[in-house]
């Protein structure tokens, strides 16, 4: 039927909306413990409540399926600080993102490494790995990663020690 020089139709031909994309294949992850240290203190926090969060990971090549992971993720609350905080997430995702860390850095390899345009590489998130990553959002994240990303100080780990517990400056 497709011998050679016939036309393959490309499944991404077509394809203008988000919305017709074929639909994710679900994947199942818990972060929901009873207890956790608090990141503040280091004392045993008890679990308030308990939430679901969905990020887009890299897709089933054999289906040809998007995957998104819903997340199961609780939120604590310390006696001795008397605050409340979310379970780290941080080697999963970025705070406030809907992509896993590896759909990114694969985003900004392709940019970067090989060379692609924002749009190209869009398309090829899509092709290869079955992930629709919007274009200005790869340029968000290659952008970041450069002059715009936030430097670490070989010395001081943010958000920790008496500057981060109490907001104070380390100067006199």
Known sequence: MFGPGRYVPDPTEGLVD???LPAPQLGFYRRNPKQTPCPRCGQLAARHTS?????HDLGDLST???VDLLVTYSSHHCSTCKKYFNVDLSDLTPPGS??????????VRVV???GLPYRPASWHLWRDHRVFVPFATIQNWVEAGGKKG???????VFGVGTGGVFGLCGRR
């Open 51 to 55: 939430d679901h969060r969905t990020l």
């Open 150 to 156: 936030a430097r670490s100080h070989p010395r001081h």
């Open 112 to 114: 970067v490494e090989d």
């Open 64 to 66: 040809g399926r998007p």
């Open 18 to 20: 988000v919305k017709d």
């Open 98 to 107: 809907h992509y896993t860390n590896r759909v990114i850095d694969l985003a």
